[in-house]
């Protein structure tokens, strides 16, 4: 368990193509057909079974499950994984299909098929828009949009959340594929949610969307800016140990229900420098952070419920 930990976090550590941070999400792993664990990794090897092992089809998620109704499987694990994957993805359509024959083949769905390129695809790359993005001019909107035949039209497309109606701002064409927007500051109020998406057009008449599942699933940003020193603290937790921590930290929960908690850690600024997804067990759990990947300094770690409880903790990195 140390080293998947180790490797999440060296994954989560590097940049993507557009310089975005990578973040996880968890979800379940599928049991056995009885809702049992298995007792060994040997054990493990006799199923292989994972939900991650999905196939993307344009806006469709061909997913692996174990589990058909009136054909018997780990129905409980089967509705949960469903569940937090349609929070993942939203937007996009599910096509499940019960692949519990492939067990033992060391793979499901993605592993069995080849990709299919489209000839001459219209491809856009965009890191999202964060708070900390901002400018005295306004939000910058910027996205590489890459066809052979070059760009005919680049649109920004938002609105505040709450609103039906989408608004367009078109993007200027610059250098290296780049093509840029702006959102002017006075067209916002502090207590904004902005979501938005990204549309292109090619010169040969080819069009997409970024997100692809667009104007269902979308991009989204707050103009509120987080206070994490004020945040309601549950009681559910013990304190992180060691602190003042150096390679590593570990905190106690104690919940009464399981979980899929949001974990955020935020420097002094306010400003967010790690997220990530993390399923808890009902009763005692423990939480261990890789805190070799932050520099010197004091913390805020906030954490999540389903249900809407915060916990706030301090955490001091020293090296």
Same mark, same amino acid.
């Given at each position: 368990? &140390?080293?998947?930990?180790? $490797?999440?976090?060296?994954?989560?550590?590097?940049?993507?193509?557009?310089?975005?941070?990578?973040?996880?999400?968890?979800?379940?792993?599928?049991?056995?057909?009885?809702?049992? =664990?298995?007792?060994?990794?040997?054990?493990?090897? +006799?199923?292989?079974?994972? #939900?991650? $092992?999905?196939?993307?089809?344009?806006?469709?998620?061909?997913?692996?499950?174990?589990?058909? %109704?009136?054909?018997?499987?780990?129905?409980?694990?089967?509705?949960?994984?469903?569940?937090?994957?349609?929070?993942?993805?939203?937007?996009? &359509?599910?096509?499940?299909?019960?692949?519990?024959?492939?067990?033992?083949?060391?793979?499901?769905?993605?592993?069995?098929?080849? %990709?299919?390129?489209?000839?001459?695809?219209?491809?856009?790359?965009? &890191?999202?828009?964060?708070?900390?993005?901002?400018?005295?001019?306004?939000?910058?909107?910027?996205? *590489?949009?890459?066809?052979?035949?070059?760009?005919?039209?680049?649109?920004?497309? =938002?609105?505040?959340?709450?609103?039906?109606?989408?608004?367009?701002? $078109?993007? !200027?064409?610059?250098?290296? /594929?780049?093509?840029?927007?702006?959102?002017?500051? *006075?067209?916002?109020?502090?207590?904004?949610?902005?979501?938005? #998406?990204?549309?292109?057009?090619?010169?040969?008449?080819?069009?997409?969307?970024?997100?692809?599942?667009?104007?269902?699933?979308?991009? *989204?940003?707050?103009? &509120?800016?987080?206070?994490? *020193?004020?945040?309601?603290?549950?009681?559910?937790?013990? !304190?992180?140990?060691?602190?003042?921590?150096?390679?590593?930290?570990?905190?106690?929960?104690?919940?009464?229900?399981?979980? /899929?908690?949001?974990? !955020?850690?935020?420097?002094?600024?306010? $400003?967010?420098?790690? %997220?990530?997804?993390?399923?808890?067990?009902?009763?005692?759990?423990?939480?261990?952070?890789?805190?070799?990947?932050?520099?010197?300094?004091? #913390?805020?770690?906030?954490?999540?419920?389903?249900?809407? +409880?915060?916990?706030?903790?301090?955490?001091?990195?020293?090296?």
């Amino acid at each position: 368990a &140390k080293i998947a930990k180790r $490797n999440i976090d060296t994954l989560l550590s590097i940049s993507s193509r557009n310089k975005a941070k990578y973040t996880s999400r968890s979800i379940p792993l599928p049991k056995k057909n009885n809702g049992a =664990w298995y007792s060994s990794p040997n054990d493990y090897a +006799k199923y292989t079974r994972t #939900y991650s $092992n999905h196939l993307f089809v344009n806006k469709t998620i061909i997913q692996p499950v174990f589990y058909e %109704q009136g054909a018997g499987g780990d129905k409980a694990s089967h509705e949960e994984a469903m569940e937090a994957l349609r929070k993942v993805y939203p937007g996009y &359509k599910f096509a499940n299909i019960d692949v519990r024959a492939f067990d033992g083949s060391g793979g499901a769905i993605h592993c069995i098929t080849k %990709q299919i390129p489209a000839e001459n695809p219209l491809r856009i790359f965009h &890191k999202p828009v964060e708070l900390g993005d901002r400018t005295e001019l306004g939000f910058p909107f910027a996205a *590489e949009i890459i066809n052979k035949s070059g760009i005919e039209k680049a649109t920004v497309n =938002w609105r505040r959340k709450g609103d039906t109606e989408w608004q367009s701002l $078109n993007m !200027e064409a610059q250098s290296g /594929n780049m093509f840029y927007a702006l959102l002017p500051n *006075e067209s916002l109020s502090e207590d904004d949610t902005i979501e938005y #998406y990204i549309s292109a057009i090619s010169n040969n008449g080819k069009s997409m969307n970024k997100p692809m599942v667009a104007p269902d699933g979308f991009y *989204e940003f707050s103009l &509120k800016v987080v206070s994490v *020193e004020n945040d309601i603290i549950a009681n559910e937790a013990g !304190e992180f140990f060691p602190n003042p921590a150096n390679e590593f930290s570990s905190l106690e929960l104690n919940l009464k229900n399981s979980s /899929n908690i949001n974990l !955020e850690i935020f420097d002094l600024k306010g $400003n967010r420098i790690y %997220q990530r997804n993390l399923d808890i067990i009902s009763g005692y759990d423990v939480i261990t952070l890789n805190t070799s990947i932050l520099s010197n300094g004091l #913390y805020y770690v906030k954490i999540q419920t389903n249900d809407g +409880k915060l916990i706030t903790k301090r955490l001091n990195v020293i090296r």
